[in-house]
């Protein structure tokens, strides 16, 4: 039950990824990402809002465990942060295979934080995961990225460490807590701390421009709410999955990372992105990457 929760929620965040793109082409990064944290606590309200009725403060109602939430909250934001801003100037053909890798660190985390030993197959699975951002690395200085001079990939390759964070954070969380519970709480944190973030950077912006609007102007778009849509969707059964005690974080973070799938076919037919076959040939060493990791969990 639990492998197939984890694929509805790689489906979901395949196209949660689209959504991104779509919402952000020329649009304010800082602001689209509030709207999605918002949309995201509106959609888990009546979570919160029927424990609250019931004295029901979640999380054990402990400070601690409250204070174990914002961090998490602290920590997805700023890998969204620099995730939007990645996915924003990156083609999808070389930001989804980025962020695939992060079953890769997650495993690496596993093995520094908690003292895993990892076969022969999980090894080899790494190094060819490592080498897949090396030849994306490539590919993306033939379109004008590369590690040299782009702070789009870094800013890709901060992203997916702190993703590989969380992931490892999740399974301890998921531990004490019931999954919707930790869903909605985090969520409403994240608007909280964005709202904050937006607010900082408006009166910021505003006294640096003597009063003028920012450079980057903020459109609506309807792909912003599903953004929401299809990230809770996704998170609920990522949580769910988690939550089951035979489930594997590695595993799980390895079947969600098949996201690339839907996210790459759409870079590749509807936005024709260029360097396909090369971004391909990447693309296959990432799968086998992963397949590899399975096999060897």
């Known amino acids: 039950m639990w492998i197939l929760l984890a694929i509805c929620s790689a489906v979901g965040l395949g196209f949660y990824d689209i959504m991104k793109k779509i919402s952000l082409k020329g649009n304010n990064v800082p602001i689209v990402l509030l709207l999605n944290t918002v949309f995201g606590t509106l959609l888990l309200s009546p979570v919160l809002i029927s424990g609250i009725l019931e004295g029901n403060y979640g999380l054990g109602n402990t400070i601690t465990g409250h204070l174990q939430i914002v961090a998490k909250a602290v920590i997805v934001l700023s890998s969204w942060i620099l995730g939007y801003f990645a996915i924003k100037h990156l083609p999808l053909t070389i930001q989804g295979p980025i962020n695939a890798t992060r079953p890769v660190m997650v495993l690496v985390g596993a093995l520094l934080i908690f003292g895993e030993r990892l076969n022969l197959l999980q090894w080899t699975g790494i190094l060819l995961g490592f080498a897949s951002l090396f030849f994306i690395s490539r590919i993306g200085s033939k379109e004008g990225f590369s590690f040299k001079h782009s702070r789009w990939l870094w800013m890709s390759i901060g992203a997916t460490v702190l993703g590989a964070v969380s992931a490892l954070y999740d399974k301890y969380l998921l531990g004490m807590y ?64 988690l939550s089951q005690p035979d489930s594997m974080i590695s595993v799980v973070s390895m079947i969600r990372r098949g996201s690339v799938l839907v996210s790459f076919a759409f870079g590749i037919w509807v936005l024709h992105e260029q360097h396909i076959r090369q971004k391909l040939i990447d693309l296959s060493i990432l799968l086998l990457s992963l397949f590899l990791l399975i096999l060897g969990s």
């Open 178 to 241: 019931r999954p919707l519970e930790v869903q909605a709480w985090y969520s409403l944190y994240q608007a909280i701390i964005m709202s904050g973030v937006v607010l900082i950077l408006t009166r910021t912006a505003m006294a640096t421009r003597g009063g003028s609007h920012s450079d980057t102007a903020f459109h609506w778009r309807w792909s912003i709410v599903g953004i929401s849509v299809f990230l809770t969707g996704a998170d609920i059964c990522y949580f769910y999955s």
